[in-house]
T-cell receptor, first 116, second 110 residues
Framework: GAGVSQSPRYKVAKRGQDVALRCDPISGHVSLFWYQQALGQGPEFLTY????????KSGLPSDRFFAERPEGSVSTLKIQRTQQEDSAVYLC??????????????FGPGTRLTVL | AQRVTQPEKLLSVFKGAPVELKCNYSYSGSPELFWYVQYSRQRLQLLLRHISRESIKGFTADLNKGETSFHLKKPFAQEEDSAMYYCALSGRGGGFKTIFGAGTRLFVKA
């Protein structure tokens, strides 16, 4: 079966550009997470959706970061006016249940964002 | 503060030797603990979780609430165990956030 997919796999942006990263979760998965992974670090929580509701956005580093999941399936992470410190791998994960990170998460391959 | 600490960035052992990857956590409440693994050119995936109390690929992990640790162990390492291992925690009460450690790279030498 299809796993979590993310696009694009690689994105190079000039400082100040806006970018949009897409995540297609496993069909039927209620929970969706976004993480930021800097080089040599573990994934860092950004935000969590339960269906279309964004229940936790405490990890978004600034108001330049915005995430949505309007129909409860595909999600988009948007970064406005990108900065060099935004360079990282952005991971998306989904899980079947409604209890957030308490359930097994299935990860996508990630989008590697490089801001020049 | 919620925190997961993996003190070793790199752990190198010979094939057949025992291996222990350390994980300590800080959490106010009762967390659920996980080990996730990322093999070369593959996605991050769940290896095991505390609540399941399973042995996966010969690995086990015991939750020690007194020492706030969840170390991952395997008695005889195999070359195919070489990978990046991440310890993670989530709130048992259904907390949405998952906190990951920085990871330990395990290298099993022939």
């Amino acid at each position: 079966g299809a796993g979590v997919s993310q696009s694009p796999r690689y994105k190079v942006a000039k400082r100040g550009q806006d970018v949009a990263l897409r995540c297609d979760p496993i069909s039927g998965h209620v929970s969706l997470f976004w993480y930021q992974q800097a080089l040599g670090q573990g994934p860092e929580f950004l935000t969590y959706f339960q269906n279309e509701a964004q229940l936790d956005k405490s990890g978004l580093p600034s108001d330049r970061f915005f995430a949505e999941r309007p129909e409860g399936s595909v999600s988009t992470l948007k970064i406005q006016r990108t900065q060099q410190e935004d360079s990282a791998v952005y991971l998306c994960a989904s899980s079947l249940g409604r209890t957030g990170g308490y359930n097994e998460q299935f990860f996508g391959p990630g989008t590697r964002l490089t801001v020049l | 503060a919620q925190r997961v600490t993996q003190p070793e960035k790199l752990l190198s052992v010979f094939k057949g030797a025992p291996v222990e990857l350390k994980c300590n956590y800080s959490y106010s409440g009762s967390p659920e603990l996980f080990w996730y693994v990322q093999y070369s050119r593959q996605r991050l995936q769940l290896l095991l979780r505390h609540i399941s109390r399973e042995s996966i690929k010969g690995f086990t992990a015991d939750l020690n609430k007194g020492e706030t640790s969840f170390h991952l162990k395997k008695p005889f390492a195999q070359e195919e165990d070489s990978a990046m291992y991440y310890c993670a925690l989530s709130g048992r009460g259904g907390g949405f956030k998952t906190i990951f450690g920085a990871g330990t790279r395990l290298f099993v030498k022939a």
